[in-house]
């Protein structure tokens, strides 16, 4: 079996970047992305907080980083990661289709968010529903939008909203947030935040974009109408690290040393799929360049 000296699983920015510098350190490496070059960040319309594009859709710029790592001869192979596991010493990268051996891996499969499972959500990703505040949240100055969680990251988020937007509603399915109690009191204290208890999310609606949500209250049944422009969930991630059984948080994200080494000697793990105290692009591109820069002083050791 052909060994390399690099996997990258997974054809995100921090994959692709990671493709890109072990392509320049002359490794022997194969990426490996089962839905295509892009991640999570083709999902939105337009990015304007990677340094180097005023403003570009993430689509395009994921296509920027494929060009740029298919000019360096990266080779990205369409399968599904179905198991990592050590054998005599090296990993074997387990798909469907192909089993790798090699030397290193760098785990950098992404996490997706949690979806609501209504009606209009997946048809309005990229149209007015987003994952994503700081992404996103400059295209709705002056309007009205909904925050759908009640956690650290929904109420931080509508906190970020509330400085650029009209008025910013809180959807919260109990009569009581969960978020840390300083963040609480400051959405509680914002005039610009309305926080509706005890109610979910039923509907999505609009046209070409969003233009309202119908929500149901848990404890009447009673179904209300309100117009917004955006809506914005924060029901949580799921991280793709199934495949693998590295060390992982109690939500199944890998932990990682200082410099993205896991907890299994010759496996690391880049971008959102670790623990990590921002989720953008830009950390994960630098997460890339890190992860490779650990392969090759682990591979020179």
Not at 124 to 140: E, H, L, P, R
Not at 149 to 156: E, F, K, L, R, V
Not at 161 to 174: E, M, Q
Request: proline share 1%.
């Amino acid at each position: 079996m052909e060994v390399y000296d690099l996997i990258i699983v997974g054809g995100g920015p921090a994959g692709i970047t990671a493709g890109i510098y072990a392509q320049r350190a002359r490794l022997k490496v194969v990426l490996l992305e089962k839905l295509g070059v892009g991640g999570q960040i083709v999902l939105s319309d337009d990015v304007e907080n990677y340094p180097g594009f005023r403003s570009i859709s993430g689509f395009e710029l994921m296509q920027k980083f494929e060009e740029q790592a298919r000019a360096f001869d990266l080779t990205i192979v369409d399968c599904e990661v179905t198991e990592i596991r050590n054998e005599d010493g090296y990993q074997l990268v387990q798909t469907h289709d192909y089993d790798y051996k090699t030397k290193t891996v760098i785990i950098a499969s992404g996490a997706r968010s949690r979806r609501l499972g209504v009606t209009g959500e997946e048809e309005f990703i990229g149209k007015g529903v987003s994952f994503c505040a700081t992404c996103d949240g400059f295209f709705f100055r002056g309007k009205d939008v909904l925050v759908v969680g009640g956690g650290d990251s929904a109420i931080t988020e509508a906190l970020y909203l509330a400085k650029i937007v009209n008025k910013v509603y809180i959807v919260h399915r109990r009569s009581e947030l969960r978020a840390t109690k300083i963040l609480q009191e400051r959405a509680l204290e914002n005039p610009k935040i309305e926080v509706i208890w005890d109610s979910v999310v039923e509907e999505i609606t609009g046209s070409n974009t969003v233009e309202g949500v119908t929500l149901r209250n848990v404890v009447t049944d009673e179904l209300v109408e309100i117009a917004v422009s955006g809506v914005f969930m924060y029901v949580g991630l799921l991280p793709n690290t199934e495949f693998t059984d590295v060390e992982k948080d109690d939500s199944g994200f890998i932990i990682t040393d200082m410099n993205l080494a896991t907890s299994v000697a010759g496996v690391f793990a880049a971008g959102d799929c670790r623990t990590t105290a921002l989720r953008q692009v830009a950390t994960a591109v630098g997460d890339g360049a890190l992860a490779v820069t650990s392969v090759e002083r682990y591979l020179n050791s």
